[in-house]
């Protein structure tokens, strides 16, 4: 939920604290250490996942709503609040799984999920970097690069380096190219 609303407080902030919660990192994260939580059962850990994003994206609808009186309808009614949902769900999925494989055996899936987890920041980082349209590019692209080195500190304790790098360069090359069909 604090994430919901740091969504829009957030937007006061200044330097990079503006830009951070729109990012797809903190949400992606936040999905991936619920999973891994939740790693009891594949459909629990996706649920857990898709679960925190949705319970994110209904706190900032909620809050804009109480806050500022933004009628409900400029989110929800008008479609856009629908595709937000249903990539909240996707994304909330997929990192969830991933955070429930972050502890799995064989070690290649252990490195293909921390890999996910490290290759998100790491594509948003140089993202922002190669379109530099952010408020404090270069600060952004450091908080991103942070939480990547520390994302990757953590990784290495459950996962090898060798498979780790390649799955967070698939995943990092997966997300550029994503931003770049996008653009």
Not at 20 to 46: D, H, I, Q
Not at 90 to 111: D, E, F, Q
């Amino acid at each position: 939920m604090l994430l919901g609303v740091y969504a829009d407080v957030g937007s006061y902030a200044g330097g990079f604290w503006r830009t951070l919660p729109e990012m797809g990192t903190p949400w992606v994260l936040l999905a991936f250490a619920g999973g891994r939580v939740a790693r009891r059962r594949g459909f629990t850990s996706a649920l857990t996942g898709s679960c925190l994003i949705l319970v994110g994206l209904v706190s900032y609808w909620a809050f804009m709503h109480l806050a500022y009186d933004v009628e409900l309808y400029q989110y929800v009614g008008n479609g856009r609040g629908l595709s937000w949902s249903a990539m909240a769900v996707v994304l909330g999925t997929v990192a969830g799984l991933a955070g429930r494989s972050s502890a799995a055996r064989p070690p290649w899936r252990s490195a293909a999920a921390w890999g996910f987890a490290v290759g998100v920041p790491l594509a948003e980082a140089v993202h922002v970097l190669i379109s530099g349209g952010f408020p404090h590019t270069e600060s952004l692209a450091l908080v991103l690069t942070t939480t990547a080195a520390a994302t990757t500190a953590v990784a290495l304790r459950e996962s090898r380096p060798g498979p780790l790098a390649l799955a967070s360069l698939a995943w990092c090359t997966l997300g550029l190219a994503a931003y770049l069909l996008v653009r």
